[in-house]
Nanobody
Framework: QVQLVESGGGLVQAGGSLGLSCEAS????????MGWYRQAPGKLRDLVAT???????NYADSVKGRFTISRDNAKNRVYLQMNSLKPEDTAVYYC???????????WGRGTQVTVSS
């Protein structure tokens, strides 16, 4: 019903920046909050940031002050601007959109972010 496609991942040096984008398509009216999660090899998938359609945001403590989540509802896109990147930010970053009412969430296939020291 909803498809999420991430883009913008890549290789960056520590201290650098990357911007990620997630484009949603399909039954957009069935989702509200969107977010970014990340998963490093051998680790659990963790919350990075979320944003409601109205613009309310939530960030993991580990990225607060460095990352900014935003969205463009007209374009059905959510963004993650990542500044002051650290090697520990290296992970696959996934776009996420829970179904309104709960019980299910849509996921993108992920985009790799690698931060070199």
């Amino acid at each position: 019903q909803v498809q999420l496609v991430e883009s913008g991942g890549g290789l960056v040096q520590a201290g650098g920046s990357l911007g990620l984008s997630c484009e949603a398509s399909g039954s957009i009216s069935s989702i509200n909050t969107m977010g970014w999660y990340r998963q490093a090899p051998g680790k659990l998938r963790d919350l990075v940031a979320t944003i409601t359609r109205g613009g309310n945001t939530n960030y993991a403590d580990s990225v607060k002050g460095r990352f900014t989540i935003s969205r463009d509802n007209a374009k059905n896109r959510v963004y993650l601007q990542m500044n002051s990147l650290k090697p520990e930010d290296t992970a696959v970053y996934y776009c996420n959109a829970p179904l309104i009412g709960g019980g299910y969430a849509y996921w993108g296939r992920g985009t790799q972010v690698t931060v070199s020291s």
